[in-house]
Nanobody, 120 residues
């Protein structure tokens, strides 16, 4: 059974940076799609970025500011977030699926989430 555990969230001032990590265990995820989604209070889960070799895909709202990467040897997924804005405040989730997609329903496994709060 695949398990995903996110870490790295926190509180940061607008313009700051955070790096989220997602540790996968129970299965090798090297060739699968993995992505980051976020959910703010009262809003639907929103696509942030996804990666399946050899391509990545980003939401327009984060393009140029966020970078998704993975370390296949360590079974890790990362999200480097720069120039953070208050509207980036949300719970960020790591997800695993068979196909790269912007639709959260395409992903089969989810982490518990990590809170990111950006103050103005």
């Amino acid at each position: 059974q695949l398990q995903l555990v996110e870490s790295g969230g926190g509180v940061v001032v607008a313009g700051g940076s955070l790096r989220l990590s997602c540790a996968a265990s129970g299965s090798t995820v090297s060739w699968s799609a993995m992505g980051w989604f976020r959910q703010a209070p009262g809003k639907e889960r929103e696509f942030v970025a996804t990666s399946k070799w050899p391509r990545e895909d980003y939401a327009d709202s984060v393009k140029g500011r966020f970078t998704i990467s993975r370390d296949s040897a360590l079974n890790m997924l990362y999200l480097q977030m720069n120039d953070l804005k208050p509207e980036d405040t949300a719970i960020y989730y790591c997800a695993y699926g068979s196909a790269r997609s912007r639709d959260y329903r395409s992903y089969d496994y989810w982490g518990q989430g990590t809170q990111v709060t950006v103050s103005s």
